[in-house]
């Protein structure tokens, strides 16, 4: 028997995630890491030149319009852990309304997006994909705002990177994640509430308290 979306869903409220090890490979396997990266959302740093970026694009930004091209996005690269069992769950995740996308789009094209699972007021970031110089932190950006404006307590990185850290993202050791996740998976937020966001209304509330 394969996995199922209630049993995904399970695996992220207790603190764990699956992966494959490559595109081609039909297995998955559950990870608990012992330092979990986090985006503290009112650490989410904008430097001058991302702020000008945000401003001047031109990009526009939306969510949930093409989730399983983001998904798609995300795989698109030379070594992904997203095989076909995984696009199948969170297209279903997706279509029961607990996987989200935010996507930057230059005109009618895709240029990068960002996608997640959301279970009660914790938010679980899955991957990301650039296209355009800094679409990927311009949806990062918007994704933090919408997270801040809409409830959400926690914003899960899984793994931190080089690229995450620049932009604010932290490790916290297992313990002090469950403890935050209890915690947020117990409140409730809402990923699609109606907002306005502009790209100086982002800049400034992130900047208000980063």
Same mark, same amino acid.
């Given at each position: 028997?394969?996995?199922?979306?209630?049993?995904?869903?399970?695996?992220?409220?207790?603190?764990?995630?699956?992966?494959?090890?490559?595109?081609?490979?039909?297995?998955?396997?559950?990870?608990?890491?012992?330092?979990?990266?986090?985006?503290?959302?009112?650490?989410?740093?904008?430097? !001058?030149?991302?702020?000008?970026?945000?401003?001047?694009?031109?990009?526009?930004?939306?969510?949930?319009?093409?989730?399983?091209?983001?998904?798609?996005?995300?795989?698109?690269?030379?070594?992904?852990?997203?095989?076909?069992?995984?696009?199948?769950?969170?297209?279903?995740?997706?279509?029961?309304?607990?996987?989200?996308?935010?996507?930057?789009?230059?005109?009618?094209?895709?240029?990068?997006?960002?996608?997640?699972?959301?279970?009660?007021?914790?938010?679980?970031?899955?991957?990301?994909?650039?296209? !355009?110089?800094?679409?990927?932190?311009?949806?990062?950006?918007?994704?933090?705002?919408?997270?801040?404006?809409?409830?959400?307590?926690?914003?899960?990185?899984?793994?931190?990177?080089?690229?995450?850290?620049?932009?604010?993202?932290?490790?916290?050791?297992?313990?002090?994640? !469950?403890?935050?996740?209890?915690?947020?998976?117990?409140?409730?937020?809402?990923?699609?509430?109606?907002?306005?966001?502009?790209?100086?209304?982002?800049?400034?509330?992130?900047?208000?308290?980063?």
């Amino acid at each position: 028997m394969g996995l199922t979306p209630d049993l995904l869903l399970h695996g992220y409220s207790i603190g764990i995630f699956p992966m494959a090890e490559h595109r081609n490979d039909p297995d998955l396997f559950w990870v608990d890491p012992k330092l979990r990266g986090v985006f503290p959302l009112d650490g989410f740093h904008i430097s !001058r030149s991302l702020a000008r970026r945000i401003r001047n694009c031109g990009f526009s930004v939306t969510i949930n319009r093409d989730f399983a091209a983001v998904v798609d996005g995300c795989a698109d690269r030379a070594d992904t852990w997203i095989n076909d069992e995984l696009r199948r769950l969170y297209a279903q995740l997706h279509h029961s309304g607990r996987a989200h996308s935010l996507e930057v789009w230059e005109g009618e094209e895709l240029v990068g997006g960002v996608y997640g699972v959301a279970l009660g007021a914790a938010f679980f970031g899955e991957s990301m994909f650039s296209r !355009r110089t800094d679409a990927s932190k311009i949806a990062l950006a918007y994704l933090v705002d919408r997270l801040r404006q809409t409830g959400f307590q926690l914003f899960d990185t899984q793994f931190l990177t080089a690229h995450l850290a620049s932009l604010g993202a932290i490790e916290i050791p297992r313990q002090q994640y !469950r403890q935050l996740l209890d915690q947020a998976t117990a409140a409730s937020a809402d990923f699609t509430a109606e907002l306005c966001q502009t790209p100086q209304g982002v800049i400034q509330r992130i900047t208000q308290t980063s």
